[in-house]
């Protein structure tokens, strides 16, 4: 082997060392900064990549957990594929329900950023958990939300915090909330449901990826004042 193709091994092998090193121990921002890098490598980046998810704790799933896992679901690799069947066919987030439903259709969907049909299965799953009068109906009292249990309301968050990068999830509109002292005429902008007095549209007005503004999903319905919005920025998941 020629002096330059050693040294090109050495580079590549010095670069891959030092992605794994700021993947393992950098800040959040660099981690998922670094993760379409190692992706991009190859097969010994997907080793990389798959070893970190296979050392997370799974009852812990991390927002770069949920990239990682997102990253990998787009590789063209029979070894990737078999990884993740065999590991996480359903995704990181552990699916936790104290009314035993399942959520692992909405999961699969903002695994793959599906955040229209994920937004609709995520109302669709509250009305189940408050009762069929709100599955018949299709939307929910602000009465009923109080009676949604903690888990399912975690489970629920956790899935839209760790598959949006940290940038969705009731837990992040709550934050929101109460940053703005709980002043509706504030936040709403700011998470682009309004615009001055105008409502935003649904669906085509709203933005269904990651270019949203922080907190814009998912959404909840306000034709009938913002009591129900406020019941669930107010629930006790978000205190435990």
């Known amino acids: 082997m020629t002096e330059s193709k050693i040294s090109s091994t050495e580079n590549a092998s010095y ?12 800040s959040e921002k660099k981690q998922l900064q670094i993760i379409p890098n190692l992706a991009a490598i190859g097969d010994s980046g997907w080793e990389i990549l798959m070893e970190f998810l296979q050392n997370q704790e799974s009852d812990s799933p991390t927002i770069v957990g949920g990239k990682i896992y997102q990253v990998l679901l ?13 590991n996480l066919p359903l995704g990181i987030v552990p699916i936790t329900s104290e009314s035993n439903i399942d959520y692992s259709h909405l999961q699969i969907k903002l695994a793959h950023q599906d955040f229209l ?4 299965l995520t109302m669709q799953k509250l009305c189940e ?43 992040v509109q709550r934050q929101m909330w109460l940053a703005v002292g709980k002043n509706w005429d504030k936040l709403l902008p700011k998470i682009g449901w309004k615009n001055g007095n105008t409502w935003t549209r649904y669906p085509k007005e709203f933005t269904w990826d990651l270019t949203a503004p922080k907190g814009h999903l998912p959404l909840s319905n306000l034709l009938r004042g913002v009591r129900m919005f406020s019941s669930i920025l107010s629930h006790r998941a978000w205190n435990s």
Do not use: C, H
């Open 15 to 26: 670069d891959l060392a030092e992605m794994r090193s700021q993947l393992e121990s950098g």
């Open 74 to 86: 787009q590789v063209n690799s029979l070894k990737v594929e078999e990884f993740i069947k065999t």
């Open 117 to 120: 049909e994920a937004d609709k």
């Open 129 to 171: 958990l408050a009762g069929e009068a709100a599955v018949q109906r299709k939307w929910l009292y602000f009465s009923e939300v109080d009676s949604i249990p903690i888990a399912d309301f975690q489970t629920i968050n956790k899935m839209w915090l760790v598959y949006s990068e940290g940038k969705f999830g009731y837990s």
